[in-house]
């Protein structure tokens, strides 16, 4: 691991810098919140299942375990507070870029129990720097972004862990209370979002990731956005239409790839009778008419646009539709303010183990009068992942930049199992076009001179 230069990062113009104490108890909570997360995750099955591969595209449990730890290690104790190695034999077992998923199985791993009190004594000792730390100085430190990157890698692999969850078969091991009811919307389908330039991306979010830097203005045409995200009712009536069937909706990329695969619905879905269920976390039951669709890949998302006689937005318009205020004529952190997610903003941090209904959470709408575009699930956009206008690698290349360009496309607003320290307006995140197991769905555009 290459440890990054002694860079200062400059507080944006005219903006106050949060005080000492205020940062170290934000990055305490972020650590501790991430770590009952892991815990839980970790502790609701059984020894055999932390050590087993459910899928080749994940890795076991408890290989996630110890590389979260080995992480806090490497970049709190090592490179934040300069200390000796602890347990330096293992970084390259928990080198994600060294040891391909599907191959991790057959390392020689940390068992659960020696896994569970490595992360212990980590964590134990990253509080004790954590306790003392100043947060100014090197680009690594100010803001308390080390920690911040920490706690966002941790709660990163708990949505990791969480597919996995999705994936096992079994019995339910997990449980959480359902969102609250939601009448049907009955709001507009779409949304003009007015053509002109907005703020993309941040030079000033403390604990922003280098792929969301720096901001840059942007120019985009007017277009017309989906008010919420595409339903699994909207998406069965592509289904029922045959949209699996037509190779003209489809990329050919895509084409071949259900074909290959004999895909002909969500993952997870399949018919009984004459009706659509799903598997949710070890339980069975009827797919909800009226909440967003969720483990599609990009190219399913793609084709029903296109049957629909629409696109997906792009990255660029998908981001001004979340955070510009026409008002203010700027970007906000979030489509409802600057103001940190609460739980009548957005549906994350696990509080569900579901998207809430289409149209939920009024309090979260952008001010343009789009929905639930923090949370509930991931949207694919139409773009490929580059950086952004002088992107600058840190602090290490393999976060971003080694990701960017045609194989990966962006998703956008993060999901019920994202973290509210790893999810705001400007977040990216990227994978590949095949990949369904991810809690990923889509809403849809059309540019404005269609209309």
């Not at 899928?55 to 200390?83: C, F, K, T």
């Not at 390259?92 to 390392?107: I, K």
């Not at 004529?329 to 609460?342: C, H, I, K, L, M």
């Amino acid at each position: 691991m290459k440890h990054p230069a002694d860079d200062t990062l400059a507080t944006a113009a005219g903006e106050a810098s949060p005080d000492t104490e205020t940062l170290h108890e934000r990055a305490l909570s972020a650590l501790i919140t991430a770590r009952e997360r892991t815990t839980l995750l970790t502790s609701c099955v059984e020894g055999p299942e932390l050590t087993a591969q459910v899928s080749p595209l994940m890795s076991p449990l408890v290989w996630d375990l110890a590389h979260i730890a080995n992480q806090e290690e490497q970049w709190l104790l090592r490179a934040v507070a300069g200390q000796e190695a602890i347990r330096p034999e293992i970084d390259s077992l928990y080198d994600a870029f060294e040891h391909p998923r599907s191959e991790r199985p057959s390392l020689p791993l940390l068992a659960p129990d020696e896994a569970r009190r490595y992360a212990a004594d980590i964590r134990a000792r990253a509080l004790d720097v954590l306790q003392e730390a100043a947060f100014h100085g090197t680009r690594l430190t100010e803001a308390g972004f080390a920690f911040g990157m920490v706690a966002q890698h941790e709660q990163q692999h708990d949505e990791t862990m969480l597919v996995t969850h999705q994936l096992r078969a079994g019995p339910q091991a997990l449980t959480a209370p359902d969102p609250d009811p939601a009448p049907l919307f009955a709001g507009p389908v779409e949304v003009l979002i007015p053509g002109g330039p907005f703020t993309m991306g941040t030079s000033s979010e403390p604990w922003a990731l280098d792929n969301e830097r720096p901001a840059h203005r942007r120019e985009v045409a007017a277009f017309f956005i989906d008010t919420t995200p595409v339903t699994n009712a909207q998406f069965q009536a592509f289904i029922d239409d045959g949209g699996y069937d037509e190779p003209r909706w489809w990329a050919p990329d895509g084409w071949q790839h259900i074909r290959r695969h004999s895909i002909n619905a969500p993952l997870f879905w399949h018919r009984d009778g004459g009706q659509w269920l799903r598997r949710r976390f070890g339980v069975t039951e009827v797919v909800p008419a009226g909440e967003p669709v969720m483990h599609v890949c990009w190219y399913e998302a793609d084709a029903w646009a296109r049957w629909a006689g629409r696109r997906l937005p792009t990255e660029a318009e998908w981001e001004k539709a979340a955070r510009y205020d026409p008002v203010d004529d700027r970007s906000t952190r979030y489509p409802w303010g600057d103001a940190d997610p609460g739980p009548e903003h957005a549906n994350l941090g696990q509080r569900h183990l579901r998207p809430a209904p289409a149209g939920s959470y009024p309090a979260g709408e952008s001010p343009l009068g789009v929905r639930q575009m923090i949370g509930d699930v991931w949207e694919w956009t139409s773009s490929d992942f580059a950086p952004y206008p002088g992107f600058r690698a840190f602090p290490y290349r393999e976060y971003s930049e080694v990701f960017f360009g045609s194989d990966h496309k962006v998703l956008r607003g993060g999901s019920f199992a994202v973290d509210a320290v790893a999810c705001r307006g400007t977040f990216r995140n990227w994978d590949y076009p095949i990949r369904r197991q991810t809690f990923s769905g889509f809403r849809t555009a059309r540019s404005a001179e269609t209309a």
